[in-house]
């Protein structure tokens, strides 16, 4: 059972970066997603998550309007595409599944957002 980020890296202000989280040893569909980010001296904080119907979808307001979730059922993966990145972005993103006592975090790609 694991999540395995991909997609981070450095961009310009401005920019964008699409990650990917793809889950294996279980089925994404069944699980609230969501993702995180944690930058340097500050604590982890949620971004943005979707529950298991894809009906009820939630943005911190630092991100709302510039980044979306999405998840593809049959590619079992969870995605969050950024755009007008601001150089406060900067952080190690992390991906996480939850249901019941199922809590499965990914491992965090880094995003420098820098001129």
């Known amino acids: 059972v694991q999540l395995v980020e991909s997609g981070g890296g450095l961009v310009q202000p401005g920019g964008s970066l699409r990650l990917s989280c793809a889950a294996s040893?279980?089925?994404?569909?069944?699980?609230?997603i969501g993702w995180f980010r944690q930058a340097p001296g500050k604590e982890r904080e949620g971004i943005s998550c979707i529950d298991t119907t894809d009906a009820e979808i939630w943005y911190a307001d630092s991100v709302k309007g510039r980044f979306t979730i999405s998840r593809d059922i049959a590619e079992n993966t969870l995605y969050l595409q950024m755009n007008s990145l601001k150089p406060e972005d900067t952080a190690v993103y992390y991906c996480n599944a939850l249901a019941g006592l199922s809590n499965y975090w990914g491992q965090g790609t880094q995003v420098t957002v820098s001129s």
């Open positions: 040893g279980f089925t994404l569909g069944y699980y609230a």
